[in-house]
């Protein structure tokens, strides 16, 4: 095989890269059992982000599939947090995120801690993770993100809304009362991601009748009418992956929606 700092990682053929996967994670549970630090930096701060990928997914299988390292995964996880290094952070952050679609609470102070990161690529990272974790381990992952819904950084406010959507789009009944919360938000930042997450949710089987239904309870109109105008239209730009037509869903919301704007 290749060095892996040899060609980048997509360049490499399939079989290569799969075992560049297998010899990350070998080195990575190597550097644990040894309580060192050498591949477990190299690999977090590598320019090549699916290096970094494969580091955090491997860091995540480790924690599941040995649980005498767990303590150290989540002791170097933990020093690692506060290196100057925003690539390592980032990785830092996703590998919690892997840990915490079986064990929130353990990595809970992770995504309390970049949700204020510096650097964008960290707060970044805290939004993917909460969308992942929050479709696994939907419970205390949503009751986490609640806590920051009104937080007085509107960009706080902002990565919640957009954190929660994967959960949405396969149970919109459990986020759609917290993404109510975000409609008369003073950001039009916050209501953009918030119009967003609501087209998101909207095309995927099932949930158009529950995000109307929803939508009726709503105070802010001229919020419902932008969320519908891109309901409507994320149907057609996800023509190939929505449940419905656009004329489907746009007929639908014209019988159900009624009288309520």
């Known amino acids: 095989m290749p060095n892996y700092l040899s060609l980048p990682f997509y360049k490499l053929p399939k079989p290569d890269r799969d075992q560049l996967v297998k010899k990350i994670q070998s080195d990575i549970q190597s550097d644990l059992e040894k309580f060192q630090l050498n591949y477990i930096t190299k690999y977090f701060s590598d320019d090549d982000t699916y290096i970094r990928k494969a580091a955090y997914l491997g860091t995540g299988k480790i924690y599941l599939e040995k649980t005498n390292l767990r303590d150290k995964i989540i ?16 990785t830092v952050v996703n590998a919690a995120g892997e840990i915490g679609k079986k064990d929130f609470e353990i990595v809970q102070s992770f995504f309390d801690s970049g949700l204020f990161d510096d650097h964008h690529i960290v707060r970044n990272a805290v939004i993917g993770s909460v969308k992942k974790m929050g ?13 920051y819904l009104h937080h007085p950084d509107k960009e706080i406010r902002r990565e919640i809304c957009h954190g929660i959507e994967l959960r949405g789009r396969t149970h919109p009944a459990d986020i759609l009362d917290m993404l109510k919360e975000l409609e008369n938000d003073t950001t039009s930042r916050v209501r953009n991601t918030l119009v967003h ?35 409507i ?29």
């Open 135 to 147: 479709e696994k381990n939907p419970v205390p992952v949503l009751k986490w993100a609640k806590k």
């Open 197 to 231: 997450v609501l087209g998101q949710i909207a095309y995927k089987k099932d949930c158009l009748p529950l995000v109307i239904v929803h939508l009726k309870t709503w105070e802010n109109k001229t919020l419902v009418i932008k969320a519908i105008v891109e309901i």
């Open 233 to 261: 239209d994320v149907h057609y730009r996800y023509r190939n992956f929505s449940y419905l037509t656009q004329d489907e869903a746009r007929l639908f919301i014209e019988k159900n929606f009624g009288n309520h704007l």
């Open 75 to 90: 002791s170097v996880l933990q020093n690692l947090l506060h290196s100057p290094d925003e690539k390592i952070r980032q």
